[in-house]
């Protein structure tokens, strides 16, 4: 089940993205003008401004809108998480793909920051509760509050997708990319709210968190609430330059007490979802480390948000 491929047809720029900077300083990175800046003949892009129930948290939603002139109709809705850095990747060229596959009104759902992420906000967001012993637990790791996903999940059903249908003519598909916690983010929803997105793009999950919480979540998830859903899991397997081990390599301890890393983990989800009617796929990419996923996993979701 594991496939080796290239992203055919797609404009991509994935060698360029495989030779940018570490992750920690890809996340602080300023983000300039990007295609929501710009006029263009394929889409045209607004901006909104939303917080947190809490208040703790802003958000930047921009919603790209297909050109009805030469796409008429309505559109599914590709959901990208790290709404920052996917506007901040995606071109002109991937545009001008899109409007000649039967394009998706794109919602970037990012933070009102200049950088391409809110490292503090996103680990609250993209993470899922923990639970011990009946008790809900809000964990901190590597030094940052988690635990705050079906929190978000909640402000993106009560709050982003009324705005979605407020503004743009969607036909009530809703399809999730994530990368890394987005991708944690995103499986978690599968796991416990499978009904929110009938189509999840998983870009290099952070499976390890929190000890491999996720994976408790997979074991009691009931796999028949996910048939017909369409799930793809792309895992970058380059390893890291500095030798240093990347945190994929965490172990993760299964119920029957299986040993596992993030991507035997992920590995193990993507062919029970297989056995259980899901359309799954795993693929790997030896060529790419965890930032360049970024690109690869992207360029992906653009392909499937684009498929009858």
Not at 137 to 149: F, H, M, Q
Not at 172 to 200: I, K
């Amino acid at each position: 089940m594991t496939l080796i491929f290239s992203l055919c047809g797609m404009p991509g720029i994935v060698q360029a993205q495989a030779a940018s900077s570490p992750d920690q300083t890809r996340s602080a990175r300023l983000v300039g003008e990007t295609v929501a800046d710009h006029p263009s003949a394929y889409y045209r892009f607004e901006t909104h401004q939303l917080d947190s129930a809490d208040g703790k948290r802003h958000y930047r939603i921009q919603i790209g809108i297909p050109d009805t002139a030469s796409s008429p109709g309505s559109h599914a809705a590709l959901y990208m998480l790290d709404g920052n850095a996917a506007l901040d990747t995606l071109t002109d060229q991937d545009l001008a793909w899109l409007s000649r596959h039967n394009p998706p009104v794109l919602v970037a759902i990012g933070y009102d920051v200049a950088t391409r992420n809110d490292v503090v906000s996103r680990a609250y967001d993209y993470t899922p509760p923990v639970v011990e012993h009946g008790h809900v637990l809000r964990p901190v790791v590597r030094g940052r509050a988690g635990g705050g996903a079906d929190a978000f999940l909640n402000f993106i059903e009560t709050r982003v997708k009324p705005l979605v249908r407020a503004r743009a003519q969607v036909n009530g598909q809703a399809y999730l990319w994530g990368h890394s916690y987005g991708g944690l983010f995103a499986l978690h929803v599968l796991f416990t709210q499978p009904g929110s997105f009938s189509r999840y793009i998983v870009g290099d999950p952070s499976v390890w968190w929190h000890e491999g919480t996720l994976m408790r979540e997979w074991e009691a998830f009931d796999k028949s609430r996910a048939v017909g859903k369409r799930v793809a899991i792309l895992i970058g397997t380059k390893p890291r330059e500095d030798g240093r081990p990347a945190p994929s390599a965490i172990p993760i301890r299964a119920a029957d007490g299986t040993i596992l890393d993030s991507r035997s983990a992920a590995r193990a989800m993507a062919a029970g979802l297989l056995a259980n009617a899901a359309d799954a796929t795993y693929e790997t990419f030896p060529e790419q480390g965890h930032g360049g996923m970024i690109r690869v996993s992207l360029e992906r979701a653009l392909q499937i948000a684009t498929e009858p």
